[in-house]
């Protein structure tokens, strides 16, 4: 059996359709985004065994089920903020971002998990980590995630260390640590204790998260999970419902919903305001779109083709920099701007509060001498669920979704 590729941006479709019966017409066809985090320590998930999970969802929702896996966890949080799929398994953090968008919690699978930063012995508060040399797994792993979260929480940015190194294995920041080419770093919390009792005096444990669901989670998107997430949650306590390498869904509970939104809180979002720069709501984009302004779309250009404002023109800010405040915005390219005019009023948007290409580009825009910038922080997601005309090949699915009966990252409601 081969084994699937871990390599960052591999991606790969397994196609499985079964006959639903001489004559019956084609069901719509369901699409299943896998995302392996490549930090993850978790098993490897096998080609010819993940062909079982999409056959048997193919039979358990009488719909051709193709499973597409990534290990790129930036595609990944990418998706969880759109509509292209209508089911999602993967980490906690990939999870909490779907929940707050479009998404619906169904299952989980693995046990609770809590990070630690994990820092050389002679660092015993947050404020000795200035500095100091931090070494993270991929970019968008998990635990980075976590470990921004807990740094941010402290009051501490990126920008302060020394060095940031990022790495492929969630054990290296630990190997890091005993060959001193790293002071901190971020672990298990469990894999922390283990290996400091190994190398007694050489580093402690200085923060701790939450507890956390581990393992994989299964979200659906909701106008999608409105009339299947009964076939989708017989196939869970099903002996069908498991993915070898990923383990055996059981249905979430609303502790599980808790926890989520715990997640979702470490997130790094963008600050409520720029000097210099309008923050506008989704009406008042619509108001400036008749108006004449320029509506600048600063994603990729997959995520515009799946849908876009109507009118909207595409200047996609190629992200190199941290996520932060104090970015250094030579490390990043946005010639796109010299594309747009300095006469009439332009508009910024991307993803919603996580995404940063809208407001470093406002920034951009700002320096360069634009005069009339607007900022859609809310971006995407806020104008999906104000129901604003969209372009592009995710229409139908948007029309769909049922509006919000809550505000957005307050609670989770677990599926029952």
């Given at each position: 059996?081969?084994?699937?590729?871990?390599?960052?941006?591999?991606?790969?479709?397994?196609?499985?359709?079964?006959a639903?019966?001489?004559?019956?017409?084609?069901?719509?066809?369901?699409?299943?985004?896998?995302?392996?985090?490549?930090?993850?320590?978790?098993?490897?998930?096998?080609?010819?065994?993940?062909?079982?999970?999409?056959?048997?969802?193919?039979?358990?929702?009488?719909?051709?089920?193709?499973i597409?896996?990534?290990?790129?966890?930036h595609?990944?949080?990418?998706?969880?903020?759109t509509?292209?799929?209508?089911?999602?398994?993967?980490?906690a953090?990939?999870?909490?971002?779907?929940?707050?968008?479009?998404?619906?919690l169904?299952?989980?699978?693995?046990?609770?998990?809590?990070?630690?930063l994990?820092?050389?012995?002679?660092?015993?508060?947050?404020?000795?980590?200035?500095?100091?040399?931090?070494?993270?797994?991929?970019?968008?792993?998990?635990?980075?995630?976590?470990?921004?979260?807990?740094?941010?929480?402290?009051?501490?940015?990126?920008?302060?260390?020394?060095?940031?190194?990022?790495?492929?294995?969630?054990?290296?920041?630990?190997?890091?640590?005993?060959?001193?080419?790293?002071?901190v770093?971020?672990?298990?919390?469990?894999?922390?204790?283990?290996?400091?009792?190994?190398?007694?005096?050489?580093?402690?444990?200085?923060?701790?998260?939450?507890?956390?669901?581990?393992?994989m989670?299964?979200?659906?998107?909701?106008?999608?999970?409105?009339?299947?997430?009964?076939?989708?949650?017989?196939?869970?306590?099903?002996?069908?419902?498991?993915?070898?390498?990923?383990?055996?869904?059981?249905?979430a509970?609303?502790?599980?919903?808790?926890?989520?939104?715990?997640?979702?809180?470490?997130?790094?979002?963008?600050?409520?305001?720029?000097?210099?720069?309008t923050?506008?709501s989704?009406?008042?984009?619509a108001e400036?779109?008749?108006?004449?302004a320029?509506?600048?779309?600063?994603?990729?250009?997959?995520?515009?083709?799946?849908?876009?404002?109507r009118?909207?023109?595409?200047?996609?800010?190629?992200?190199?920099s941290?996520?932060?405040?104090?970015f250094?915005?030579?490390?990043?390219?946005?010639?796109?701007?010299?594309?747009?005019?300095?006469?009439?009023?332009?508009?910024?948007?991307?993803?919603?509060?996580?995404?940063?290409?809208?407001?470093?580009?406002?920034?951009?825009?700002?320096?360069?001498?634009?005069?009339?910038?607007?900022?859609?922080?809310?971006?995407?997601?806020?104008?999906?669920?104000?129901?604003?005309?969209?372009?592009?090949?995710?229409?139908a699915a948007?029309?769909?979704l049922?509006?919000?009966?809550?505000?957005?990252?307050?609670?989770?409601?677990?599926?029952?």
């Amino acid at each position: 059996m081969a084994i699937l590729s871990k390599s960052t941006g591999a991606t790969l479709a397994l196609f499985v359709g079964l006959a639903l019966g001489a004559g019956a017409a084609a069901a719509a066809e369901i699409h299943v985004l896998l995302g392996v985090d490549p930090a993850d320590a978790s098993g490897d998930v096998l080609l010819s065994a993940s062909l079982a999970p999409a056959q048997s969802l193919t039979r358990s929702t009488g719909s051709r089920t193709t499973i597409a896996q990534t290990s790129s966890m930036h595609e990944v949080m990418r998706a969880s903020r759109t509509v292209e799929n209508e089911i999602i398994i993967a980490p906690a953090h990939v999870t909490a971002s779907a929940i707050l968008h479009a998404y619906q919690l169904l299952a989980t699978s693995g046990q609770e998990q809590t990070y630690a930063l994990v820092v050389r012995n002679d660092i015993d508060k947050v404020e000795k980590l200035a500095g100091k040399r931090l070494y993270l797994p991929q970019q968008d792993s998990l635990r980075s995630y976590m470990a921004k979260g807990l740094l941010t929480e402290s009051g501490v940015k990126l920008g302060q260390f020394s060095k940031v190194t990022y790495g492929n294995t969630s054990g290296g920041g630990l190997v890091a640590l005993s060959f001193d080419m790293a002071d901190v770093t971020v672990a298990d919390e469990t894999q922390a204790k283990e290996w400091i009792a190994q190398h007694p005096g050489q580093a402690r444990i200085l923060k701790t998260t939450r507890p956390v669901p581990g393992g994989m989670n299964m979200v659906v998107r909701k106008d999608f999970c409105a009339t299947e997430c009964g076939r989708l949650a017989d196939w869970v306590n099903s002996p069908d419902g498991a993915i070898p390498g990923v383990g055996r869904f059981r249905m979430a509970t609303a502790d599980a919903g808790r926890q989520f939104t715990y997640v979702a809180s470490l997130g790094i979002a963008t600050p409520e305001a720029i000097n210099g720069v309008t923050r506008v709501s989704a009406e008042q984009v619509a108001e400036l779109g008749k108006q004449g302004a320029t509506i600048v779309d600063t994603r990729s250009q997959k995520e515009f083709e799946n849908e876009h404002i109507r009118g909207a023109v595409l200047a996609s800010y190629l992200e190199k920099s941290l996520k932060e405040v104090d970015f250094d915005a030579k490390k990043d390219d946005f010639s796109a701007l010299k594309t747009i005019p300095k006469d009439k009023p332009v508009v910024f948007l991307c993803n919603g509060p996580e995404c940063w290409k809208s407001y470093k580009a406002s920034r951009g825009a700002l320096a360069e001498g634009y005069t009339k910038i607007y900022w859609f922080r809310g971006g995407m997601p806020e104008w999906r669920e104000k129901r604003l005309p969209v372009e592009g090949s995710a229409g139908a699915a948007l029309a769909k979704l049922p509006a919000p009966t809550q505000s957005r990252g307050k609670t989770v409601a677990a599926a029952r």
